[in-house]
């Protein structure tokens, strides 16, 4: 299975966001030539947009296979976070139907990839407008709503399910959406996200619970579901 209408550009930019993604050739380069290089030649000349978009889809499909063990994804508001090409959600959509997509993302891309912590949350590798083309290429059961985090304002009622998967405590500090993830949370709502501090969650929410684990050399994580805020 594949993603529709996955072009070159959608390719660049699904592969800022998932380094993993690269072959190994694609990878030796970005090593020997140094980051800026390999964003603004190597990932705009050299992709094999075939290629990325099965690595992709079934890098996604096997998030949700795993995912769906925790959460019920049936007739659900879900927002994410930092979704990059969301294609996590468009397989949600493939198999669930009725349900209504948030999704928060910036609208640019950095002229020098960083894959570490951003304390100010100033990297990104994404454009909106292609997002929503990819979107609505894809899509099949439910809605699709993008906004833009520094232009946009952000959507204010309560949701059952929010996904950052790699991004949220993983790249940038969870205080930064803190406050407003508690206003659109219920005692229900289920926050599912990557995180380098699992413990520090435990002051945060009543419930934390850790359901896989990333064992690297640098950057280790476990991936948590949290509900009911303090």
Not at 14 to 25: G, H, N
Not at 81 to 105: A, P, R, T, Y
Not at 139 to 160: A, I, R
Request: net charge positive.
């Amino acid at each position: 299975m594949r993603f529709s209408g996955l072009d070159n550009k959608i390719a660049r930019l699904i592969l800022l966001q998932r380094i993993e993604l690269a072959s190994p050739f694609i990878s030796k380069i970005r090593k020997l030539f140094g980051r800026y290089f390999f964003t603004n030649f190597i990932t705009k000349f050299f992709l094999s947009k075939n290629k990325i978009n099965s690595r992709y889809y079934t890098l996604m499909n096997d998030e949700y296979k795993f995912l769906k063990k925790f959460i019920n994804f049936e007739h659900k508001k879900i927002l994410s976070i930092g979704s990059g090409m969301s294609g996590l959600e468009l397989v949600i959509d493939s198999f669930h139907k009725e349900n209504q997509f948030s999704i928060i993302e910036k609208n640019y891309v950095s002229k020098k990839v960083k894959y570490g912590w951003d304390d100010k949350n100033l990297e990104a590798y994404s454009n909106i407008n292609i997002l929503r083309e990819f979107l609505k290429r894809n899509q099949t059961n439910g809605s699709f709503k993008v906004y833009d985090f520094d232009k946009d304002e952000l959507p204010d009622y309560n949701f059952d399910i929010v996904i950052s998967l790699y991004s949220l405590d993983y790249h940038y500090n969870f205080d930064l959406y803190k406050d407003y993830l508690k206003s659109i949370s219920s005692d229900q709502t289920q926050i599912i996200f990557d995180t380098v501090r699992p413990d520090y969650f435990k002051d945060i929410f009543n419930k934390v619970e850790i359901i896989s684990s990333t064992e690297k050399k640098i950057h280790s994580s476990k991936r948590i579901i949290c509900k009911e805020f303090n």
